[in-house]
């Protein structure tokens, strides 16, 4: 049974910065892509960054600052993504989902199965 468990979510000032988890089980991390996606109030899910079964990671929002790196350990089941540099616009609630393909790609549409999500609140 696939599932995937978002964790890591929390009120943080700007500036600061947050590690989410997202652990997954039912699939094996080598060999499918998993993408962390985020929902602002009032708006649609946006990809953030992506990381493959195999072969590297591709980053969606600031990519250039790198602000939201991707990594992941295949032993413990488990995709992390770093939120830096938050700012207040990066308030909102962040999925993990899987993809049944070893390639990222950034539509919501492309992903089978979805956590629950982690609430992120920037503010002071």
């Known amino acids: 049974q696939v599932q995937l468990v978002e964790s890591g979510g929390a009120l943080v000032q700007p500036g600061g910065s947050l590690n989410l988890s997202c652990s997954v089980s039912g699939f094996d991390l080598t060999d499918y892509a998993i993408g962390w996606f985020r929902q602002r109030p009032g708006k649609g899910r946006e990809a953030v960054s992506c990381i493959m079964g195999i072969g590297g990671s591709k980053y969606y929002l600031d990519a250039e600052k790198g602000r939201f790196p991707i990594s992941k350990d295949n032993a413990l089941n488990v995709v992390y993504l770093q939120l830096n540099s938050l700012e207040p616009e990066d308030t909102a609630h962040y999925y993990c989902?899987?993809?049944?393909?070893?390639?990222?790609?950034?539509?919501?549409?492309?992903?089978?199965?979805w956590g629950q999500g982690t609430q992120v609140t920037v503010s002071v």
């Open positions: 989902a899987l993809r049944w393909r070893n390639t990222c790609i950034q539509f919501p549409s492309e992903y089978a199965y």
